[in-house]
């Protein structure tokens, strides 16, 4: 089992709705999460961290950890084609300083 | 401008052939690391380093050879590539440790025939 398990998409996804992506991992012990965006062609970038169980809010995204499910999940509201990219779910270690990366999820946002 | 650069950007050589890609920040990042990403693999740390003269092994460090002997800069120095190489590699940066935002250079894109 991968440690950062994401499902590669693509999801297709109809603007103005909301789109979900979720994130499981397998090291209780972890317990910082990341979500970077990377658009076709270009590196990744830092949407949103979270360490804590429950909701952290910024604009039109929101995180959830539910660390007892272990599991991290994205949401996107009013989702914009401008939204469209490979979103990256990460964890970072507590024992070193390693990050570990999911496979990353295709999202499509249809006009 | 805050930036991380990579040179070059696309490379092509041949299995054997020492080279290295080079990776500079200039945002007086104490943590550095290299990752490559393959499809459907994502991006998979190859080595990081968490200060000058300190350095680690990541998940697939084979084949690879990092230094830090100055704080901006950690290149990525590959002996004999070989095709299995192959592949997209990405420099990143950040304060203090991996905890903090990544910030990513442009990419190299390798590939050894």
């Known amino acids: 089992q991968k440690e950062v398990e994401q499902n590669s998409g693509p999801l297709s996804v109809p603007e103005g709705a909301i789109a979900s992506l979720n994130c499981t991992y397998s090291?209780?012990?972890?317990?910082?999460f990341f979500w970077y965006r990377q658009y076709s062609g270009k590196s990744p970038e830092l949407i949103m961290f979270i360490y804590s169980n429950g909701d952290k809010e910024d604009g039109r995204f929101t995180a959830q950890l539910n660390k007892a499910s272990q599991y991290v999940s994205l949401l996107i509201r009013d989702s914009q084609p401008s939204d469209s990219a490979t979103y990256l779910c990460?964890?970072?270690?507590?024992?070193?300083?390693?990050?570990?990366w999911g496979a990353g999820t295709k999202l499509i946002i249809k006009p | 401008e805050a930036q991380v650069t990579q040179n070059p950007r696309y490379l092509i050589t041949v299995t054997g052939k020492k080279l290295t890609v080079t990776c500079s920040q200039n945002m007086n990042h104490e943590y550095m690391s290299w990752y490559r990403q393959d499809p459907g693999l994502g991006l998979r740390q190859i080595y990081y380093s968490m200060n000058v003269e300190v350095t680690d092994k990541g998940d697939v460090p084979e084949g690879y050879k990092v230094s830090r002997k100055e704080k901006r800069n950690f290149p990525l120095i590959l002996e004999s590539p070989s095709p299995n190489q192959t592949s997209l590699y990405f420099c990143?940066?950040?304060?203090?440790?991996?905890?903090?935002?990544?910030?990513f250079g442009p990419g190299t894109r390798l590939l050894v025939l």
């Open positions: 990460a964890k970072a270690q507590d024992s070193n300083y390693q990050l570990i």
């Open positions: 990143a940066s950040s304060h203090g440790t991996p905890k903090e935002t990544q910030y």
């Open positions: 090291d209780r012990g972890s317990q910082s």
